[in-house]
């Protein structure tokens, strides 16, 4: 249980165009969906913070209008990449929390999908 | 703002131990934790524990938490080659989780 998928699981795309990444969680309702961007060889830092039926929070530094979140139901989050340019090249990925879900019995465990790598050119 | 440092590479021999350290700014952390990466995928959670817990075991992972120094490790016995991957400590004190740098372990035969 508690699987997370994430489409596409790579993309190529030209500059100037926009990419859809779709985030889903398949088992569980995640009241939580979390974005991440990953750099070759950095951490992961988060972007966004997004609860169904709201906007989403975005973290400092981030740039909600090019980076737009939609949490529109329960087990769907999507993040739109506006006017891709090389430097958002990245591996981009989310993860999804509930309550009282997880083989630890934490309390708000997030469950990561595989990532979305994409390659702007 | 809270900082999460891990150095950067660890290489051991197949079957010996391996410990991978993680240094904190934020003490009013709740949770830490340790996620595995494997290339080109998500992160799997191996391990957490709860700030006010010095040890946590389970199975061929046994993680320490020093709170005074703000320091955590991870350690694994009989180190696999299938362990090989990016280990990335954690830590939270809402429902956002500050990553480290990541440790890069390579095992070799």
């Known amino acids: 249980g508690a699987v997370v998928s994430q489409h596409p699981s790579w993309v190529i795309c030209k500059s100037g165009t926009s990419v859809k990444i779709e985030c889903r969680s398949l088992?569980?309702?995640?009241?939580?969906m979390f974005w991440y961007r990953q750099f070759p060889k950095q951490s992961l830092m988060l972007m966004a913070t997004?609860?169904?039926?709201?906007?989403?929070?975005?973290e400092q530094g981030v740039e909600k209008d090019k980076f737009l979140i939609n949490h529109a139901s329960l087990t769907l989050s999507t993040l739109t990449v506006t006017s891709a340019h090389p430097e958002d090249s990245s591996f981009y990925i989310c993860?999804?929390?509930?309550?009282?879900?997880?083989?630890?019995?934490?309390?708000?465990?997030?469950?990561f999908g595989p990532g979305t790598r994409l390659t702007v050119l | 703002g809270e900082d999460v440092e891990q150095s950067l590479f660890l290489s051991v021999r197949e079957g010996d131990s391996s410990v991978i350290n993680c240094t904190y700014t934020?003490?009013?952390?709740?949770?830490l934790y340790w996620y595995k990466q494997e290339p080109g995928a998500g992160l799997q959670l191996l391990t957490y524990i709860f700030s006010n817990m010095d040890m946590k075991q389970d199975q061929r992972l046994t993680v320490l938490l020093n709170k005074k120094d703000k320091h955590l490790s991870l350690r694994i016995a009989d180190t696999q080659t299938g362990d090989s991957a990016i280990y990335f400590c954690?830590?939270?004190?809402?429902?956002?989780?500050?990553f480290g740098t990541g440790t890069r372990l390579q095992v070799f035969p």
């Open positions: 934020d003490s009013s952390s709740t949770y």
């Open positions: 954690a830590e939270s004190d809402t429902d956002k989780l500050i």
């Open positions: 088992d569980f309702q995640a009241t939580t």
């Open positions: 997004s609860n169904e039926g709201s906007k989403a929070t975005y």
């Open positions: 993860s999804a929390s509930t309550t009282g879900l997880g083989a630890f019995q934490h309390f708000n465990e997030q469950f």
